[in-house]
């Protein structure tokens, strides 16, 4: 008898979501439906204001330009990107009108050109329009504690629809990794959209990271040691990445800066046809024009380390790895040795990233041996590597890495990480011969310095030559080429 209620129950509840279904389809396509006439209506009032917004004072239709880069005064490579690219527009489109969305508001348009010419040493030759985005502590990592990824990827699209509606442009180039704004500037703007993608958001290293349970920046040991919540995490990261995906398929145009990205993004974005390898641009005559001083071994050796202080960039594994390489220095009688490490601050995060690897210096007693020179002028940085024996760089799957390259067309022997770009395109053999080294373990980067440093100073002029003569293919010159072919289609 409760065998035959409780099956009358169940049909009545079914009966009764059945007699819901038809009534709630529609409900959902009436709002459908009105979601998109308030978009298309949203996007007719763009097009108005685009319209114009492009007409110049002659009355003729300019082509105006935009880059999407909140974070344009900083001194690292996605930044000589952003600024050797408007240099390769202005040269072929003069009459256009560029415009940088940034979020640098306590610095005028004309100081963000000065530090751009005194840290990369480009100057542009047209006009900038700057326009100053107030909400740029919406993709603030420091914002989202937890769910980072997504919080950041949300407040990127209110970022983008700030940006939106104080210019409409015809050509929207995201230079910095924001996927999530390219369907709002392609769908509501009507722009032609492309993107330049130096790291993905997220990728299948990514997802190996949590799916195998390892500890990392972006994965903390509480996750790694609970089976339950990393099971919670991959779930995420795999939805995330479909909708990343299908975020970055928006684009018309896709350049990314290595072999590493394009694997990655091929498999995410799914846009092959449209998608091709725009290495970076360095500055590589500038330190070509270095000369190669002969080794003054008596008066020890310089190690520098160039980037940026994010958390990626690992600065705690060349501190650590430089403790014990002084220890083994000791033991081996090696001629005095210094660290300095070379980057930009781009916030009150990245200062505190300093102070930390500072007190890190002091606690393993080398703090003496240890420096950090921050923004310094590019005249300065020129300096460091001319002096420097050793080149350092310890970022796990680093996108591509500019100051890898910079440091070997200066003639400094690099110990990369030994993955990423720096693996794949950067410190490989050139003519069969060796360009530099790889490491991945502090015993390893310890070893292979020492190995370095005890080398005969004639064997390292021969590496130091190698490296030189291979960085041809990354030069100013190379990337607008690359760059200008990639985003013809854009202008047609």
């Given at each position: 008898?409760?065998?035959?209620?409780?099956?009358?129950?169940?049909?009545?509840?079914?009966?009764?979501?059945?007699?819901?279904?038809?009534?709630?389809?529609?409900?959902?396509?009436?709002?459908?439906?009105?979601?998109?006439?308030?978009?298309?209506?949203?996007?007719?009032?763009?097009?108005?204001?685009?319209?114009?917004?492009?007409?110049?004072?002659?009355?003729?239709?300019?082509?105006?330009?935009?880059?999407?880069?909140?974070?344009?005064?900083?001194?690292?490579?996605?930044?000589?990107?952003?600024?050797?690219?408007?240099?390769?527009?202005?040269?072929?489109?003069?009459?256009a009108?560029?415009?940088?969305?940034?979020g640098?508001?306590?610095?005028?348009?004309?100081q963000?050109?000065?530090?751009?010419?005194?840290?990369?040493?480009i100057?542009?030759?047209?006009?900038?329009?700057?326009?100053?985005?107030?909400?740029?502590y919406?993709?603030?990592?420091?914002?989202?504690?937890h769910?980072?990824?997504?919080?950041?990827?949300?407040?990127?699209?209110?970022?983008?629809?700030?940006?939106?509606?104080?210019?409409?442009?015809?050509?929207?180039?995201?230079?910095?990794?924001?996927?999530?704004?390219?369907?709002?500037?392609?769908?509501?703007?009507?722009?032609?959209?492309g993107?330049?993608?130096?790291?993905?958001?997220?990728?299948?290293?990514?997802?190996?990271?949590?799916?195998?349970?390892?500890?990392?920046?972006?994965?903390?040991?509480?996750?790694?040691?609970?089976?339950?919540?990393?099971?919670?995490?991959?779930?995420?990261?795999y939805?995330?990445?479909?909708i990343?995906?299908?975020?970055?398929?928006?684009?018309?145009?896709?350049?990314?800066?290595?072999?590493?990205?394009?694997?990655?993004?091929?498999?995410?974005?799914?846009?092959?046809?449209?998608?091709?390898i725009v290495?970076?641009?360095?500055?590589?005559?500038?330190?070509?024009?270095?000369?190669?001083?002969?080794?003054?071994?008596?008066?020890?050796?310089?190690?520098?380390?160039?980037?940026?202080?994010?958390p990626?960039?690992?600065?705690?594994?060349?501190?650590?790895a430089?403790?014990?390489?002084?220890?083994?220095?000791?033991?081996?009688?090696?001629?005095?040795?210094?660290?300095?490490l070379?980057?930009?601050?781009?916030?009150?995060?990245?200062?505190?990233r300093?102070?930390?690897?500072?007190?890190?210096?002091?606690?393993?007693?080398?703090?003496?041996?240890?420096?950090?020179?921050?923004?310094?002028?590019?005249?300065?940085?020129?300096?460091?590597?001319?002096?420097?024996t050793?080149?350092?760089?310890?970022?796990?799957?680093?996108?591509?890495?500019i100051?890898?390259?910079e440091?070997?067309?200066?003639?400094?022997?690099?110990?990369?990480?030994?993955?990423?770009?720096?693996?794949?395109?950067?410190?490989?053999?050139?003519?069969?011969?060796?360009?530099?080294?790889?490491?991945?373990?502090?015993?390893?980067?310890?070893?292979?310095m020492?190995?370095?440093?005890?080398?005969?100073?004639?064997?390292?002029?021969?590496?130091?030559?190698?490296?030189?003569?291979?960085?041809?293919?990354?030069?100013?010159?190379?990337?607008?080429?690359?760059?200008?072919?990639?985003?013809?289609?854009?202008?047609?």
């Amino acid at each position: 008898m409760a065998a035959a209620e409780r099956g009358w129950c169940l049909l009545e509840l079914l009966r009764f979501f059945y007699s819901l279904f038809f009534p709630g389809l529609i409900v959902c396509g009436v709002l459908c439906v009105c979601l998109l006439i308030v978009l298309w209506g949203i996007r007719l009032l763009l097009q108005r204001k685009k319209k114009s917004g492009s007409a110049s004072k002659t009355g003729k239709n300019q082509t105006v330009i935009a880059f999407f880069h909140p974070y344009c005064n900083a001194g690292g490579g996605g930044e000589r990107v952003l600024w050797c690219a408007l240099r390769a527009l202005q040269k072929k489109y003069p009459e256009a009108v560029y415009v940088v969305y940034t979020g640098d508001a306590d610095v005028s348009g004309q100081q963000i050109l000065e530090g751009a010419f005194r840290r990369f040493n480009i100057r542009l030759t047209c006009p900038v329009k700057f326009v100053l985005l107030r909400k740029r502590y919406l993709v603030e990592d420091s914002l989202y504690p937890h769910f980072t990824l997504l919080g950041q990827s949300l407040g990127s699209i209110f970022l983008g629809w700030e940006a939106l509606m104080q210019c409409v442009p015809d050509v929207y180039i995201d230079s910095m990794g924001y996927a999530f704004t390219l369907p709002l500037f392609r769908y509501l703007g009507g722009c032609r959209v492309g993107s330049y993608v130096h790291y993905p958001t997220i990728s299948t290293d990514m997802l190996s990271v949590v799916k195998n349970q390892n500890v990392g920046f972006n994965n903390a040991a509480f996750i790694t040691r609970n089976p339950f919540l990393s099971k919670v995490k991959l779930v995420y990261y795999y939805l995330f990445a479909f909708i990343y995906g299908l975020a970055g398929s928006c684009s018309d145009v896709v350049m990314v800066n290595s072999s590493w990205t394009l694997n990655h993004i091929l498999s995410l974005w799914k846009v092959g046809n449209c998608t091709d390898i725009v290495y970076p641009p360095c500055d590589v005559q500038t330190f070509l024009d270095i000369p190669l001083h002969k080794e003054k071994t008596t008066s020890g050796h310089l190690l520098v380390s160039i980037g940026q202080f994010r958390p990626e960039k690992n600065h705690p594994l060349q501190i650590r790895a430089f403790a014990k390489l002084l220890n083994k220095r000791e033991a081996e009688s090696l001629p005095p040795l210094k660290l300095v490490l070379i980057g930009g601050c781009r916030n009150q995060d990245d200062e505190l990233r300093v102070n930390q690897l500072r007190r890190l210096s002091e606690d393993l007693g080398v703090q003496e041996d240890v420096e950090f020179k921050i923004n310094i002028p590019f005249d300065e940085l020129k300096n460091y590597l001319s002096e420097a024996t050793v080149g350092l760089h310890t970022m796990w799957n680093e996108h591509f890495g500019i100051g890898i390259v910079e440091c070997m067309a200066a003639g400094t022997i690099v110990l990369a990480h030994n993955s990423g770009g720096p693996k794949l395109d950067i410190v490989v053999p050139h003519q069969g011969e060796r360009t530099g080294f790889l490491a991945e373990s502090e015993e390893d980067y310890a070893e292979t310095m020492a190995h370095i440093l005890s080398m005969s100073a004639e064997k390292r002029l021969q590496i130091r030559n190698n490296a030189r003569a291979s960085v041809s293919r990354f030069s100013d010159q190379e990337f607008e080429v690359t760059f200008l072919t990639s985003v013809e289609k854009l202008f047609q």
